[in-house]
């Protein structure tokens, strides 16, 4: 099944040559050196200077923020690299399907509501940037539940290379091992998040292996999750 970047790259090969969308996007066009149509916008910012292609972003986040579903979609897609770096980056977030739509969508989010009377430049790093901090958070974060001895309950996640004392997937292991101890979640359930939220496994597949339909491991990860947010909360 084709994620949402395949999804976004197939629209974009049809749109990319639309005459009526250039039309649409003239002002654009002019500012990336009289483009003559969404592909030429493309291949401007691509290679021009850094002050050259921000003035070209500029131009589409200032429609996109009155409104134009167009010219936002043309940023998404001219943001689509450094989109694509944030779903891997927080892998944390789901498998793959999870942490493509969860990026496409933060990234999309401050594109519509971007602060141009603080932020009149540097769109593309300023976009990306308020994106990744809306995907932190959305990283469930350690709650102080009472403990024994956690490692009983849940098998210890294999640490990344980069991990540091406060990174997302050492503060959700230590969550997930301390709801077990508490009695918040069961051990599957902490497992089933862990698999799917720290080491990147798809839910289909987790449900495949088990017997199990995806909608039902969907279904008993979300009550799982919201009973840590609900301890997260009483805490």
């Given at each position: 099944m084709a994620d949402v970047f395949d999804m976004l790259e197939h629209e974009w090969a049809r749109l990319r040559e639309d005459r009526a969308?250039?039309?649409?996007?003239?002002?654009?066009?002019?500012?990336?050196?009289?483009?003559?149509?969404?592909?030429?916008?493309e291949r401007y910012v691509r290679t021009a200077g850094p002050e050259d292609a921000d003035r070209v972003l500029l131009a589409l986040v200032r429609r996109a923020v009155a409104g134009d579903d167009l010219a936002a979609r043309v940023l998404l897609q001219l943001l689509l690299p450094g989109t694509?770096?944030?779903?891997?980056?927080?892998?944390?977030?789901?498998?793959?399907?999870?942490?493509?739509a969860a990026a496409v969508a933060a990234v999309y989010h401050r594109i519509r509501r971007y602060?141009?009377?603080r932020r009149?430049?540097?769109?593309?790093?300023?976009?990306?940037?308020?994106?990744?901090?809306?995907?932190?958070?959305?990283?469930?974060k350690v709650v102080a539940l009472p403990s024994a001895d956690p490692a009983a309950h849940l098998r210890p996640?294999?640490?990344?290379?980069?991990?540091?004392?406060?990174?997302?997937?050492?503060?959700?292991?230590?969550?997930?091992?301390?709801?077990?101890?508490?009695?918040?979640?069961?051990?599957?359930?902490?497992?089933?998040?862990?698999?799917?939220?720290?080491?990147?496994?798809?839910?289909?597949?987790?449900?495949?292996?088990?017997?199990?339909?995806?909608?039902?491991?969907?279904?008993?990860?979300q009550r799982a999750e919201s009973a840590l947010a609900t301890a997260l909360a009483a805490s």
């Open positions: 969308a250039s039309r649409r996007l003239r002002d654009v066009c002019a500012a990336a050196g009289g483009a003559r149509s969404l592909a030429g916008v694509r770096a944030l779903a891997r980056r927080w892998w944390a977030l789901g498998d793959a399907d999870e942490r493509a602060p141009l009377a009149p430049g540097r769109v593309a790093a300023n976009v990306l940037l308020d994106a990744a901090t809306e995907l932190r958070r959305a990283v469930p996640v294999a640490a990344r290379p980069d991990d540091r004392p406060d990174h997302p997937a050492l503060e959700l292991t230590e969550l997930l091992r301390e709801a077990v101890a508490a009695g918040v979640v069961g051990r599957e359930d902490a497992e089933l998040i862990a698999r799917s939220r720290i080491g990147g496994q798809r839910v289909a597949d987790i449900a495949a292996r088990r017997g199990l339909r995806p909608r039902t491991l969907w279904a008993r990860r």
